[in-house]
């Protein structure tokens, strides 16, 4: 940030982001390889009661699969939680969004749908207001150096360079950008800071940084170097609550738990931490959050 | 005693957490768009996302402008949430000129940060923001708040009453000052969401309707 000028009154969201498959908290890499965490209500009622800005549940397998059990989790947070709520995955028609919001969620985001139909944003924005549609832009870094657009959780790609992209997105209505670095995603190796600060100065509405901190100094970094208006923060918040706060979840849990039972407080390159740790490292930072 | 609360609902935007926060705390909610139904209500809420001039349209395709300007006449409390709070103003600068439901004498306009050319303050202000008390909060439903809390904050416009008088608190976002609630005799609204903004924002519903029932 430049030298001399106040930005005390621009406030940094942290936003704890929970992906989804069935009923299931579920942390991949690369978006590969999913794990199984817990139950997203646990880890979103903690989050909430302990300093996340939003809660944002992404499906992962939506557009793949039927997304019943998505709407039980939203409708069960929403009604325990008095914070933003934003809703991903499988997002095609203006029905599902009024679906979304009736279930509790506060906002969308939209991905594969935008990409296929860029129309779209613009008849969602229309109709529910700009800031009720947030797009997602899954970027990976190609040989000659552009990031493309991805859809499907990083699955098929678009051809779309990302700069252009996140401008007409913007343009089209919508009300937020998370910019996903595919590359970075789960890896603990740091936010791509180049890609974050190209969309973020791109674009005049808000960008959430997503994919990559491995430690909460990253979480500082991508928003004064990389200029992120917001941030979203997955693998770091969720080993903490596992290694540190999880209580006895496994029980309800479906689906493969090995990885939670096998007692691990260290994760590969990431070093877990609160949203309390992210906020206090952002007050010594003299970046402005909430408490 | 269950308190009726009534939210107007004029197909634009998102009830659901309005209702969800009002059930919270024990009242007694119905969502409608009904005329009558508002005129019943102990407590109604304006609430709202999106477009002024759609919000205005809608309001008039359901008789609610008038509808709400009867309510209002009666005394009963009225509570406007964001875009709510901007539709009780006399006109808003979207698209030209639009009229406002006019409850309260001032104007709406949007943020502009092009001066500053560093594309920082981006527009909407989506953040949690500080509200600053502009006049003694006691006996207003922000008596349980104090100057330096955080609360929710999602809007591209934002509105500037004629009289001082009016403006209950302030916030400040790209260096711009602006009045972020509202309190006007039985009229009482907030820029940001009360709702989603933890319970100390469930809070100022909950001190909305206690002090509107003893009166």
């Known amino acids: ?291 | 005693m269950k308190h009726r609360v009534v939210i107007i609902d004029y197909h634009l935007g998102n009830l659901f957490s309005v209702k969800q926060a009002c059930e919270h705390l024990g009242c007694d909610v119905t969502i409608s768009s009904s005329k009558d139904d508002l005129l019943e209500a102990d407590y109604a809420i304006l609430p709202g996302v999106g477009a002024f001039s759609d919000a205005m349209k809608n309001l008039h395709a359901f008789g609610l402008v008038d509808g709400i300007r009867e309510y209002v006449a009666t005394g009963k409390p009225l509570m406007g949430v964001c875009l709510g709070l901007q539709l009780m103003l006399s006109h808003s600068t979207e698209f030209g000129q639009t009229e406002g439901l006019d409850l309260i004498p001032g104007r709406v306009e949007k943020f502009d940060f092009s001066s500053r050319n560093d594309n920082v303050f981006k527009v909407p202000q989506i953040q949690w923001n500080t509200i600053a008390e502009s006049r003694p909060w006691k006996d207003t439903p922000l008596q349980c708040c104090k100057s330096g809390d955080f609360m929710y904050f999602v809007h591209s416009y934002y509105v500037i009453p004629s009289d001082d008088a009016d403006v209950l608190s302030q916030s400040s976002y790209g260096g711009l000052k602006y009045c972020s609630s509202i309190l006007h005799r039985n009229i009482f609204a907030t820029q940001f969401h009360p709702e989603k903004s933890g319970l100390y924002g469930v809070n100022i519903y909950a001190e909305w309707l206690k002090i509107n029932s003893k009166s």
């Open chain 1, 1 to 291: 940030m430049a030298v001399g000028q106040s930005f005390d009154d621009k406030v940094i969201r942290v936003i704890a982001r929970l992906d989804i498959k069935g009923p299931n908290l579920v942390k991949g890499v690369l978006l590969e390889g999913l794990r199984v965490l817990g139950k997203p209500e646990d880890f979103a009622r903690f989050y909430y009661e302990n300093g996340a800005d939003e809660l944002f549940y992404q499906d992962v397998v939506a557009s793949l699969y039927e997304r019943n059990s998505l709407q039980e989790i939203v409708s069960a947070t929403a009604r325990k939680s008095f914070i933003p709520l934003t809703v991903g995955g499988g997002i095609r028609s203006i029905n599902d969004i009024r679906e979304a919001l009736r279930a509790g969620a506060d906002k969308v985001c939209i991905n594969t749908a935008a990409i296929k139909h860029p129309d779209f944003i613009h008849e969602a924005a229309s109709k529910f207001g700009s800031s009720t549609i947030v797009v997602a832009i899954e970027a990976i870094r190609q040989p000659d150096g552009l990031y493309h657009a991805f859809i499907d959780n990083g699955r098929e790609m678009t051809g779309v360079e990302v700069v252009g992209w996140a401008k007409r997105v913007a343009a089209l209505g919508a009300g937020e950008i998370v910019i996903t670095s595919v590359d970075r995603e789960g890896t603990g190796l740091g936010y791509d800071l180049g890609l974050t600060k190209m969309v973020a100065k791109a674009v005049d509405i808000p960008v959430i940084a997503h994919g990559g901190p491995g430690k909460k100094e990253h979480v500082g970094e991508v928003i004064s170097l990389g200029e992120a208006d917001a941030v979203a923060v997955a693998s770091l918040i969720h080993y903490d609550f596992i290694a540190n706060r999880q209580s006895n979840m496994q029980s309800r849990t479906e689906g493969n738990i090995s990885y939670l039972q096998s007692g691990r407080t260290q994760f590969g390159r990431i070093t877990p931490c609160s949203i309390k740790d992210i906020k206090n490292h952002l007050h010594d930072s003299h970046i402005s959050c909430r408490p």
